[in-house]
């Protein structure tokens, strides 16, 4: 384990045990993740505000510290100060700061608490300056140093110690897919239905949500009902089943390389050729883009979203859908992870406009579609509760305005801030993943 | 007068040397290699970043603050014609009336622009606070380079200040914000990179 994830011991009490050699060796380490893109854009800022609007917190609050500029800059001023040119000469100029408790206090409080990492503002940036990465390796600092928030901390050691974020056993993870299988057998009509699990050869593996076998099976038996109707050559694990990376969220690249490693294990294990990801953001972001890097070498598989298979299979014919089925008006939320910072746009569309009778989008839409506020971890992390809710009205009125019946989203993280928008809003809409949409259109031949 | 000349193109080789000496300096933290397999072009991102993506249409930012965006664009070209002046100046090369004329324009909007920023900054409620010390000063010392390139080209005699002037404006441009007139080309290719890579921008034609 890199560092003291500590989740018996609240934050407040693990910034108590900091000491100066705490702070030293963060700063021997900051020099040590600052890579040259990052050291360029930390150069770069301008600070001329213009990324305000991008940025749901501060549409929400109107909180100079919800800027991103001004989150960026509690970065900047620290890297100047150790690593910068003229940082110490000119400190009272250029404003740089120390590392020490109150820098501390304000990067928890707003690299973590203020930041869903959902790169909006990087768009709107006029100098093209990434934020969410820097964010990420600034977050990366603080979790060196023990110091992730409550509940995120405990979600990424519970998937580093138990494979899934949720501790679920691999006895009750193998009933209830058992279960399952029964249960889409028995809907179906069709006892060759499988939810195959450890198919070693398969075409496939799909790897899931632990929040799927544990809160929403509907959506894991939507996946399987589908695989079934195309004639997939699929395989579930029994061992790492856990789509999501939250050590991504975290910052910490070593728990996240170990996470996104066993993914690997399990594709070597059972000789699969394509790693299917189920509808999840940052697991998307995670196991597509940034699992290569943590573990510093090429993959020698495919990395696909299950919105990217759904779709061939509609594209091509594999599968068939009834619009009918479906006939109130559907929205589309695009969680940032697999969109904007993805690449993963038009998919969801065209399974939608096959699944449902009408479909319409938000404004704005696609890479400039609005954080729900609900990723960066700040699902679990109660102490900022309150601030994503408020947050997440941006996003509650992008839903009202569309005046649709049904909110679908492929992110579980998403899907979990868009109901408890539902409720606390009282936008009175079904929120839904796309795949459950696509299912409940699957026309079934007669077998 | 020829030593202050010189001085000022030293200035300028200073400030270029040690610019370059930054972007080396960021560099050396080192790249690691992309081990993720492209989704999309990342040469036709850094087309995008360094073109059609700047377009306020492509920005919301730019959109949603398109005086402060027109702003900025006519504060750049008044920067670029004050050194066309300061080249014609070095030079002792006669600036023809009408290219002289377009110069004037040039520097007065652009330095209307250039106080209206710094206005904006004082006035506007985050500014002063998102502000260092340095975005001010960076703002007033261009403000006054581009003021003196105006009044030069109407008053040749007041030359000497401007000349002056330039030396300490060059040799501050690496050691503040101004650094970003090197930084931005290269920030924008990264951004280019990441979201080319991606195959994020430049957006996708719609499937139907």
Redo the contacts between chains.
């Keep these: 384990m890199s560092q003291d994830y500590s989740k018996d011991v609240p934050l407040a009490q693990r910034l108590e045990r900091l000491g100066p050699d705490s702070y030293k060796t963060a700063v021997f380490r900051l020099a040590k993740t600052i890579d040259a893109p990052s050291a360029v854009h930390l150069e770069s800022c301008v600070r001329c505000g213009l990324c305000a609007e991008a940025c749901h917190y501060y549409l929400d609050d109107r909180d100079l510290r919800s800027i991103p500029a001004y989150k960026l800059n509690l970065i900047i001023r620290v890297f100047r100060r150790y690593l910068g040119s003229g940082g110490r000469l000119a400190s009272a100029w250029l404003r740089t700061r120390d590392f020490d408790d109150g820098e501390v206090r304000e990067w928890i409080d707003a690299l973590f608490g203020r930041c869903t990492l959902c790169g909006r503002c990087a768009l709107s940036c006029t100098m093209g300056i990434n934020v969410p990465a820097l964010i990420r390796k600034a977050r990366g600092l603080l979790a060196s140093m023990g110091l992730v928030p409550d509940g995120l901390a405990s979600t990424v050691a519970a998937a580093e110690e138990t494979g899934n974020n949720m501790a679920i056993t691999r006895e009750d993870w193998l009933e209830t897919v058992s279960w399952l299988e029964e249960e889409v057998q028995a809907e179906i009509g069709d006892p060759a239905a499988r939810l195959p699990m450890d198919h070693k050869g398969a075409t496939m593996l799909y790897v899931v949500n632990p929040r799927e076998p544990k809160f929403y099976p509907l959506t894991l038996t939507a996946a399987a009902k589908i695989f079934h109707a195309a004639g997939e050559s699929w395989t579930l694990p029994s061992t790492y089943f856990d789509v999501t990376n939250y050590a991504y969220f975290s910052g910490d690249d070593e728990v996240a390389g170990l996470i996104a490693s066993r993914l690997k294990g399990e594709m070597e294990r059972l000789g699969t050729k394509t790693l299917v990801l189920s509808e999840c953001g940052h697991g998307f972001s995670s196991n597509r883009w940034e699992a290569p890097e943590w573990l510093s070498q090429k993959i020698g598989y495919e990395v696909k979203s299950v919105l990217q298979v759904v779709a061939d299979y509609v594209r091509t014919g594999r599968i068939k859908l009834d619009p009918e089925r479906n006939p109130k008006t559907a929205t589309l939320h695009d969680p940032c992870q697999l969109v904007r910072l993805g690449g993963i746009v038009e998919e969801q569309r065209l399974i939608l406009k096959r699944a449902v009778r009408d479909f319409v989008e938000m404004t704005p839409n696609r890479e400039k579609n609005y954080c729900c506020g609900g990723g960066g971890g700040q699902l679990s992390m109660t102490a900022f509760t309150a601030r994503r809710r408020s947050a997440g009205r941006i996003k509650a009125g992008q839903i009202e305005r569309t005046k649709a019946g049904v909110v679908a989203s492929p992110c579980h993280n998403c899907l979990d801030q868009l109901a408890e928008l539902n409720k606390y809003y009282r936008l009175g809409v079904e929120v839904k993943s796309v795949i459950e949409l696509a299912a409940e259109a699957l026309v079934l031949d007669k077998r | 007068m020829t030593v202050l000349k010189w001085a000022v193109i030293l200035s300028g080789l200073y400030s270029v040397v040690a610019l370059t000496y930054?972007?080396f300096?960021?560099?050396?933290?080192?790249?690691?290699?992309?081990?993720?397999?492209p989704?999309?072009s990342p040469s036709r991102g850094v087309i995008y970043?360094l073109g059609k993506?700047m377009m306020p249409w492509e920005?919301?930012?730019?959109r949603?603050?398109i005086l402060?965006y027109m702003g900025?664009m006519l504060y750049h070209i008044g920067i670029f014609a004050g050194f066309g002046v300061l080249l014609a100046g070095i030079l002792s090369v006669e600036i023809p009336p009408l290219l002289r004329e377009a110069l004037r324009l040039c520097l007065a909007l652009g330095l209307i622009s250039g106080l209206g920023l710094l206005l904006k900054r004082l006035l506007?409620?985050?500014?002063r606070?998102?502000?260092?010390?340095?975005?001010f000063?960076a703002n007033i010392f261009v403000d006054i380079f581009i003021a003196a390139a105006l009044v030069t080209l109407s008053k040749p005699e007041v030359t000497f200040f401007f000349l002056a002037y330039s030396i300490f404006l060059l040799i501050y441009i690496?050691?503040?914000?101004i650094?970003?007139c090197f930084?931005?080309f290269?920030?924008?290719l990264?951004?280019?990179l990441?979201?080319g890579r991606?195959?994020?921008?430049p957006?996708?034609p719609?499937?139907r």
């Design positions: 930054l972007i300096k960021a560099r050396s933290f080192g790249r690691r290699t992309a081990y993720s397999t989704q999309g970043a993506g920005k919301e930012s730019a949603l603050h402060t900025g506007g409620p985050h500014g606070r998102l502000s260092l010390p340095d975005d000063g690496p050691a503040g914000k650094r970003h930084f931005f290269y920030s924008r990264l951004f280019g990441f979201f991606r195959d994020v921008l957006v996708r719609v499937e």
